[in-house]
């Protein structure tokens, strides 16, 4: 049996405290993901996805899929987003689904989003091998920590999040599960009315970067953090990248007691860009397995409405 079994298994008491929402390396372009204030920023329709297979080499190891987009809508003053998640870890499979709106106010160098949205997570277990072989099985059968080998349960919960954003500065602070919902799904054991319940921790998230461009040449420092807090876990992501001639980039990222990441990347064109990071665990996983991979491939247009103008027209067959 591979260790991330035992890991998982071990780690169950503690995932209702601890973090729940995925983690990226390449959060800096996957702002919205964090921040529901992200909506609308910029003025561009934005399509961004993202794969995740983190340990490779653990049988079991998650893996993860987001595809988001977000749109400006002038007569809503802002920009509404949708976000969906794939995340798979062991037995369980978790896909949320989100919706979100950010009202956007224009200030003198740049523009603040007030966001919020909500989002509805479906919870499912299957196949759970991970009970060893030698379980007493007439405690099993007593005990409703152990849920179902077919469990399935469904949460609704909220996000709020305030974001900036100008030509070199973007940051923000956000929470997630908000109302920290509690879903209860059936239970191993055969007592009556037994459930295992899996509750929500609020998650809260401080990010932010600046631009600085380099005098007298084509590179640009973009240094970057996240911050994520949750009851029970605190950690963050710092990030320095370099950029040259606005068309390639790579920097390193650290997370703190986990992990050191590398990052490059293309902008193929003004619209399309595409990114890859690896990361080396720092923690005790390192000498158990893999790295971690991840890709990224964002899309961004402008479709530009030319104002109405003003004054009267007239056929022509007419005159």
């Not at 349960?153 to 996000?159: K, L, N, P, R, T």
């Not at 923000?172 to 239970?187: A, K």
């Not at 600085?212 to 040449?217: R, V, Y």
Request: hydrophobic letters at 40%; aromatic letters at 14%; glycine letters at 10%.
């Amino acid at each position: 049996m591979k260790k991330i079994y035992l890991i998982i298994a071990l780690a169950l008491p503690f995932l209702a405290v601890s973090q729940q929402d995925v983690q990226f390396s390449q959060y800096m372009f996957n702002r919205i993901y964090y921040n529901p204030g992200v909506a609308g920023a910029g003025g561009a329709i934005c399509i961004n996805g993202l794969h995740r297979s983190q340990w490779v080499g653990f049988q079991g190891a998650p893996t993860t899929q987001n595809i988001n987009a977000n749109i400006p809508i002038r007569f809503l003053r802002g920009g509404v987003g949708v976000s969906v998640v794939n995340d798979q870890i062991g037995f369980f499979n978790n896909i949320t689904a989100r919706i979100m709106y950010a009202y956007q106010i224009q200030l003198p160098d740049g523009t603040l989003g007030i966001g919020a949205g909500a989002s509805f997570l479906n919870k499912s277990l299957s196949d759970a091998a991970w009970i060893p072989s030698d379980y007493n099985t007439s405690f099993g059968l007593s005990d409703p920590t152990l849920p179902a080998l077919d469990a399935n349960g469904f949460q609704v919960d909220a996000e709020f999040g305030i974001y900036y954003e100008s030509q070199n500065i973007w940051g923000g602070v956000s929470t997630t599960r908000v109302i920290e919902t509690t879903t209860g799904v059936n239970s191993y054991s055969t007592l009556p009315g037994a459930q295992t319940f899996f509750r929500n921790a609020r998650h809260y998230y401080i990010m932010g970067g600046y631009n600085w461009a380099i005098p007298a040449s084509n590179w640009e420092l973009r240094p970057s953090t996240l911050v994520k807090l949750t009851s029970g876990s605190t950690t963050f992501d710092l990030n320095v990248m370099g950029v040259y001639n606005n068309k390639f980039w790579g920097g390193v990222t650290y997370r703190l007691q986990d992990a050191v990441a590398a990052i490059l990347g293309w902008q193929v064109t003004p619209d399309l860009k595409l990114g890859y990071s690896y990361d080396v665990a720092t923690s005790p996983l390192s000498g158990q397995g893999g790295g971690s991979h991840e890709v990224m491939a964002q899309y961004c247009f402008k479709i530009e409405i030319p104002p109405r103008q003003k004054g009267s027209y007239k056929n022509p067959r007419f005159l």
